[in-house]
């Protein structure tokens, strides 16, 4: 039990904003903020701040990364451990909504798409996105 009290418990909202073409957004990590990250892409989102209601803390995040209002209650599709990092639990919440416009982009990513569930399984296929959403797209949450 006394491990337990050194690891750092962090949580992450994640969203899958969906078009009226139902496309998703996908944003491409920018190289030259994140050089560790391979140029991979991603879904908006990140981690919260304490004291904040997790809808707040995903307007934030939907906000800063893509310039875009989340007006609508987004679906909370799944709860994730992530356990990657020895002393380090993240709890990812994935939730889906649907928006409308293109994002203009914070300098966290350099470019976007909107691809269909297909796309984003062929990315997830050449390790170009986290398997995270893989397993959510498995189990047949987004739609």
């Given at each position: 039990?006394?491990?337990?009290?050194?690891?750092?418990?962090?949580?992450?909202?994640?969203?899958?904003?969906?078009?009226?073409?139902?496309?998703?957004?996908?944003?491409?990590?920018?190289?030259?903020?994140?050089?560790?990250?391979?140029?991979?892409?991603?879904?908006?989102?990140?981690?919260?701040?304490?004291?904040?209601?997790?809808?707040?803390?995903?307007?934030?995040e939907v906000k800063e990364e893509t310039q875009l209002d989340l007006e609508n209650n987004p679906q909370l599709i799944g709860a994730q451990d992530i356990l990657r990092?020895?002393?380090?639990?993240?709890?990812?919440?994935?939730?889906?909504?649907?928006?409308?416009?293109?994002?203009?982009?914070?300098?966290?990513?350099?470019?976007?798409?909107?691809?269909?569930?297909?796309?984003?399984?062929?990315?997830?296929?050449?390790?170009?996105?986290?398997?995270?959403?893989?397993?959510?797209?498995?189990?047949?949450?987004?739609?």
């Open positions: 039990m006394s491990d337990n009290k050194k690891i750092k418990l962090q949580v992450g909202v994640k969203i899958f904003l969906k078009n009226k073409n139902n496309k998703y957004l996908i944003l491409h990590r920018n190289i030259e903020k994140y050089p560790d990250n391979d140029g991979n892409w991603d879904i908006v989102g990140g981690r919260i701040d304490r004291g904040i209601s997790l809808l707040e803390n995903l307007q934030r990092v020895k002393g380090l639990h993240v709890v990812r919440l994935t939730y889906i909504a649907n928006i409308e416009g293109d994002p203009t982009l914070s300098d966290e990513h350099d470019r976007f798409k909107w691809l269909s569930i297909e796309g984003i399984k062929k990315l997830i296929a050449e390790n170009r996105m986290d398997i995270y959403s893989k397993e959510l797209i498995e189990k047949g949450l987004l739609k």
